[in-house]
């Protein structure tokens, strides 16, 4: 089981923040750092000091960390078009050596769009379609050769396709539980599919809906990863769970239902029944930043028990 920390700065993280993460992400032995993008604080956090921008992030960590695989759980296909985007992660990518990873998703938080200015429109999957066919397709044109696209969203003429990833292939993610589209876009294009926050029946279903989609078009099921994002809150004892859950606004019971919590021996568990659905990825969502205590307990107890 590949086991991932993955953050949501806009609920108020500095750089400074995440960079402490993803250091004791790297140094912890976790497989990866990843992180949301949002412009736009949820719930009733003030946000401070404020967002940051996900491949800027990316771009830094990707110079200050060395083994860990850097990425989003996702990135809105409102907030870039796509052969900017192609660039960028190409970009980072190389200035990681190679361990960048996208997650895209359509985009869904209309409050953030307009309160930073960035146009929502009402047809997204069909936008999100044409952004994996023109990312995919500018990263797999052979150098000296040129990309072309007619869409119905997007047009690109003669492009050289450059730069090209440090990769051979970044790998693409694609989630959801949408029941016949999100399946049949992660047999075109996803290396892994990630289901957030849904039970385990839920995860079920869906990754079997993902499977067949493969399957028709063409793929072998067993060609993508298939992982989960879940709310972590691990304590060594009662108290400790309590604490964490208080630190987050969140209740325990709630979070046993719904996400990793409990005892390191619960969450061992837990992940187990995870890993019957068909799960080989763990994502967990750490929501306080600033407890480096919990990570180190989730590596030292929960981790050893499942490598």
């Not at 949501?8 to 750089?15: F, H, I, K, V």
């Not at 412009?39 to 960590?61: H, Q």
């Not at 407890?291 to 490598?307: K, N, P, W, Y």
Request: hydrophobic share 40%; charged share 25%; proline share 5%.
């Amino acid at each position: 089981m590949d086991l991932r920390i993955f953050t949501e700065p806009q609920q108020g993280a500095s750089y400074d923040t995440l960079l402490s993460v993803a250091k004791a992400t790297e140094d912890l032995g976790f497989d990866a750092f990843y992180r949301s993008d949002h412009y736009l604080v949820m719930g009733d956090s003030d946000g401070l000091p404020g967002p940051t921008d996900a491949w800027i992030t990316l771009a830094g960590l990707a110079r200050e960390t060395s083994r860990i695989r850097l990425g989003t759980l996702m990135t809105a296909a409102t907030f870039r078009l796509p052969g900017p985007l192609a660039i960028q992660v190409a970009q980072v990518d190389a200035m990681s050596g190679g361990r960048i990873e996208l997650g895209l998703g359509s985009g869904w938080y209309g409050e953030e769009h307009s309160a930073y200015g960035i146009p929502f429109p009402r047809e997204k999957f069909g936008r999100l379609e044409e952004q994996l066919e023109i990312i995919t397709g500018l990263w797999g044109t052979p150098v000296g050769e040129k990309f072309q696209f007619e869409g119905t969203h997007y047009q690109l003429k003669d492009s050289p396709a450059l730069p090209k990833p440090a990769q051979p292939k970044v790998p693409v993610l694609i989630g959801g539980l949408g029941k016949v589209r999100t399946p049949r876009l992660a047999a075109r294009f996803a290396d892994e599919f990630n289901i957030p926050f849904a039970s385990l029946d839920d995860t079920r279903a869906q990754f079997a809906r993902v499977r067949a989609a493969a399957e028709e078009h063409g793929r072998s099921a067993d060609e993508l990863v298939y992982s989960n994002a879940l709310v972590a809150c691990v304590g060594k004892d009662d108290a400790e769970v309590a604490r964490r859950a208080a630190a987050i606004g969140r209740e325990v019971e709630e979070l046993k239902e719904n996400g990793l919590a409990g005892s390191p021996a619960e969450v061992v568990d837990k992940i187990g029944r995870f890993a019957e659905a068909g799960t080989s990825r763990i994502y967990f969502q750490i929501l306080d930043l600033g407890d480096l205590d919990h990570l180190e307990l989730i590596a030292r107890e929960v981790g050893t028990q499942l490598s």
